[in-house]
């Protein structure tokens, strides 16, 4: 289903190309937003064809690094103050309209960080309206085969009660409307569905072709919905509104907000039975003195699936085989429509559009400063290649746990999803540490074959040092769910 955050959502090269997110949940912060996603899955490729390490001298000098004291304390040391703090309190002051305009309907496909940012827009769009929000319905996605509703995932009445006092919602139509429905808009043409709405609208776009036919009909169905507002040039109340749904308003229901917090428990504070019999195994499998401070573990989100290592067209080191299946994938997928096909593999790493193995994550990770003495909860989905390419990254971070490994498969039912922005952006929100790759830079050094570790340490270090969580400026174009800063967040 879903991710877990509430403490107290470019074009598609670029979004594939963010391989990797490591997340560093300190003893003092106790989140909310987590996400207990699966280790791997055994594609078209099964285990015992997955290729062998590609960066090997690398990999031989980071399976036996030692990590100084200072290096340590610094890379777990949370972030200082960047001068920037939340704002998407509510004023206290009501701007709810006398009178409502209509009912907006919207159906929002896509991914589930697609969908959130699509409740967060749908609120806005009801609010530049004068309208009422019909409960978003959330499409089954193609690719997730997730069928869960709104209200599987997030607390409806928390959602209604923080908005009440901007717009009106309801859970259900009325009586005199139940006929505007999914299954109605399927079998044809209707007046009230509006499916021209272009990507990134503005708000005038929705004053001139929604609103006529809310005056017309009393309600008005838009899909689809995906990216349907601007980022730019919209009222600050607008703005402000949107920060509001996506840091407050959108909160996930109780059972799944008990999973995150149980699954943050056990990273934390191992089972007895584990650390009175495992620990001692790992600390001779591992060679550290001891496992790395009690109450502290890492979160990788890697993002290597099959649709990502087919899309981005670069090579993994499967050789033709694994070339032409994936060739062929993106015939069947894309109609052979990648962009990435035109360039070679190294073209694409020069340029960072390459999506980093578990073993390339693994190196980095080493490289800044992780000893294998640190937890890992991997937060991922199915990994292309499976088991078989995870086994570097576990050889790595002998202490990788997921959420097999940490959770049953009772806890996990019906938990499963991806909120990837969404996370790096109520990461920045809380000014939490957060690693973003450089996948230029890396896609160089990885090139490299020649390059020695204290070489590679060197440049990885350097070339992440504002990397680490550090406030980055939303710019034109750009997403608020993932860049709160400077409509989301006030400067101290």
Known sequence: MKLLYNNHHQNRTQRMAFAGLIV???????????????RASPTMFSEWNAPKPRHSSL??????????????????????????RPCAESTGTSSLPKKSRGYVQVFLDGGLNQQRMGICDAVA??????????????EVNPVWRDSSSFADIFDVDHFISSLRDEISIVKELPSEYSWSSREYYATGIR?????????????????????PILQSY???AIAPFSHRLAFDNLPTNIQHLRCKVNFQALVFVPHIRKLGETIVHRLRHPPGKLQASGTEFHKGR?????????????????????????????????????????????QVIWQGRVLNSQFTDEELRN?????????????????????????????SHKVYGGEARISTLQKLFPLMEDKKSIASAEELAKIEGNMHNALVGHRAYLNLKTIRPNMTLLGKLFLNKSMGWTEFQHAVRNGHKNRLGHIRLRKTKQSIYTYPAPDCMCQS
């Open 218 to 220: 009393g309600i008005a």
């Open 286 to 330: 591992i060679g550290d003195s001891e496992v790395t401070g009690a109450g502290k573990f890492t979160v990788l989100h890697l993002r290597f699936d099959k649709d990502m290592a087919a899309h981005s067209a670069c090579d993994f080191g499967g050789g033709k085989a694994e070339k032409l299946a994936l060739a062929k994938y993106r």
């Open 24 to 38: 560093i949940l300190l003893p003092i912060f106790v989140p909310n937003l987590f996400e207990p996603l699966g």
């Open 59 to 84: 990999l031989k000098i980071a399976l036996h690094r030692q990590i100084p004291t200072e290096q340590q304390s610094e890379l777990w040391s949370p972030l200082v103050s960047q001068g920037w």
């Open 125 to 138: 769009v009801a609010k530049i309206l004068n309208a009422t929000l019909v409960l978003p319905h959330l």
């Open 351 to 379: 340029q960072g559009r390459c999506p980093l193995t578990p073993e390339e994550i693994g190196l980095l990770l080493a490289a800044l400063g992780f000893n294998n003495g640190t937890r890992l909860y991997l937060a």
């Open 191 to 211: 007046d009230t569905r509006i499916k021209t709405a272009p990507v990134h609208a503005s708000a005038n776009w929705y004053l001139e072709n929604v609103l």
